[in-house]
């Protein structure tokens, strides 16, 4: 299985393995980082699975569809590597891809 390297606000990095197929929303909230909040259970209608993605994963994820790219720019803290965990799902191409949970509007 893949790993994931989650990283929470406090600078806390949590590793672990995640199924392919699952969101990596899914996977940070099954491991109870509680600030993962995920309101929406993964609808993509919220911004509170908001991470940061390390640039050099980008080109390795799927594209953001127009509802993801809108959501976003409801954040406050929407950056360049902003992505909405729901919408991520992991693969073995994204083992050892670390992500950020970002700030919390």
Known sequence: MPQL?????????????V?????????????GLDEMLALCGGSCSCATCHVLVDPAFAHKLPAMSEDEDDLLDSSDHREER?????????????DGLRVTIAPED
Do not use: N, W, Y
Not at 7 to 17: I, K, N, P, Y
Not at 19 to 28: D, L, Q, V
């Open 19 to 31: 199924p392919t197929g699952r969101s990596i929303m899914e996977a940070i909230r099954e491991k």
């Open 82 to 94: 902003s992505r909405l965990s729901c919408q991520l799902p992991m693969t073995e191409a994204l």
């Open 5 to 17: 390297i989650v990283s929470t606000r406090d600078g806390e990095d949590h590793v672990f393995e």
